[in-house]
């Protein structure tokens, strides 16, 4: 969908690579530092998904760059994701967002639409 530009006078292109669906569903987020010791092991739920990753939210903290290792505790399976945004804490939590290191269109168990 065209996003219109008032400063321009035209229609720009959305940057928005896929859709974010409002999904909460229960994960597992771990890290481990270069020993491959445990940093972070915390069972927390998603805020919003897309084809390229998602907010979560969590009590643990990451800093942005970060690798971590996601769990979706409704199919056992793990991607790998880094993190590329966070928020400020509230109440004891922060959210988080994290992308893919790899493409994972199946991750999340939901079909995206393609005309986003």
């Known amino acids: 969908m065209p996003i219109w530009k008032i400063s321009e006078g035209r229609p720009q292109i959305s ?3 896929s859709q974010r ?11 481990m530092d270069s ?4 940093l972070l092991e915390e069972e927390t739920r998603t805020l919003v998904v897309n084809e390229q ?3 979560i939210v969590l009590a643990g903290e990451v800093k942005e760059g970060q690798t971590l290792r996601l769990t979706n505790l409704a199919t056992d399976t793990e991607q790998l994701c880094k993190v590329i945004y966070q928020g400020s804490p ?7 967002g994290v992308e893919f290191l790899s493409p ?10 393609e005309d986003v």
């Open 90 to 96: 509230s109440e004891g939590k922060t959210q988080v």
């Open 53 to 55: 990753g998602a907010m």
């Open 104 to 113: 994972a269109p199946d991750f999340w168990l939901i079909a995206f639409r």
């Open 35 to 38: 020993a491959g010791e445990p």
């Open 21 to 31: 669906v409002i999904l909460s569903l229960a994960i597992k987020v771990r890290s």
């Open 15 to 17: 940057r928005r690579r």
